[in-house]
C-alpha cells in the first residue's frame, strides 16, 4: 500500500509502550512527517543539549543522553541539580545546600521538567511511551491555516496520564501549529488553545518559542558542554555561549 510505505521510509520507530496497535495509521503517518519536518529523528535523536526558558519564570538546561538537568528560579534564588531517572541531586538556596525539603524540591524539579519539557518538545514525542493517536478531522487554526488535527490521550505515563491533547499539523509545512488541552476525557471543552509560532531551526532541529500570550525565550542546542555546568552551582545557564 502506498501510505504503508510512505509510513515506513520515515524511519520513525516508535517507543518502547507506545500504543500502535489502537493508533490511527493515518495519525502516525502525520506524526512521522512532522518529525521529518522538524529536522528528522536521527538529528533529535544526536540532539544533546537543551537550554530554555519557560515563560521568564525558570531556565532550564538538560542533557538529554545522561538525564542530568540544571534549573535555576531566579525569583527564589533557587537552583536544582539533579538527573531525571534517578530523581536524586541537590537543591541550593542562594548558592547554599539546603539540608531541608531536598525531597520535596527534587519532586518539584521534575515536575516542572516534564510540563516545561512537554512545552518545548513535544511535536519530537507524538510516538512516546503510552501515547495512543487518533486523527479527528481536518480543521483550520485560530490564524485560519488549513491543517489536520490528531488526538494524543496517555496510559500509565507522566504525571498526569488522563490529559488529552489535540494537536494541528499543517497540512503544508507539516509543522504543529496549535494545540488544545483537555485535562480528561468527560471534558467538552479544552482548558486552552494556543498557537506554535516563532519556529526556527537551531542546531539541527526545529524549534519554536511562541505559545499564544506566552514565550519560551533563550531556547538554545549545544553539542558540547563542561560537565561542571550540570553539578556547580557557581555556574549559571545565562552564561553560557
Request: net charge negative; proline share 2%.
Amino acid at each position: 500500500m502506498e501510505g504503508e510505505t510512505e509510513f515506513i521510509a520515515y524511519n520513525n520507530p516508535p517507543a518502547d509502550g507506545f500504543n500502535q496497535e489502537e493508533s490511527d495509521m493515518l495519525a502516525m503517518l502525520l506524526a512521522d512527517k512532522v518529525m521529518q519536518a522538524m529536522g528528522g529523528r536521527q538529528a533529535w535523536d544526536n540532539t544533546r543539549f537543551l537550554s530554555w526558558n519557560f515563560f521568564g519564570r525558570r531556565d532550564h538546561l538538560w542533557d538529554k543522553k545522561t538525564g542530568n538537568i540544571r534549573i535555576e528560579v531566579p525569583a527564589d534564588n533557587l537552583t536544582i541539580l539533579m538527573n531525571i531517572h534517578s530523581k536524586e541531586g541537590s537543591i541550593y538556596k542562594e548558592d547554599q545546600i539546603m539540608g531541608d525539603s531536598t525531597d520535596y524540591y527534587l519532586e518539584k524539579g521534575y515536575s516542572w521538567w516534564v510540563n516545561d519539557t512537554y512545552w518545548l518538545v513535544m511535536p519530537y514525542k507524538l510516538k512516546d511511551t503510552g501515547v495512543t493517536l487518533k486523527y479527528i478531522r481536518e480543521d483550520t487554526t485560530l490564524s485560519g491555516t488549513r491543517s489536520d488535527v490528531i488526538q494524543l490521550a496517555f496510559e500509565n505515563t507522566g504525571l498526569t496520564p488522563q490529559n488529552i491533547y489535540e494537536v494541528w499539523v499543517d497540512a503544508d509545512s507539516k509543522l504543529i501549529t496549535q494545540w488544545s488541552y483537555y485535562q480528561d476525557s468527560s471534558a467538552a471543552e479544552p482548558r486552552f488553545t494556543l498557537e506554535w509560532t516563532d519556529y526556527k531551526k537551531i542546531g539541527k532541529i526545529m524549534l519554536s518559542g511562541g505559545r499564544g500570550i506566552y514565550k519560551l525565550e533563550n531556547i538554545r542546542v549545544f553539542d558540547e558542554l563542561s560537565a561542571e555546568v550540570l553539578s556547580d552551582v557557581n555556574q549559571s545557564i545565562s552564561l553560557l555561549n
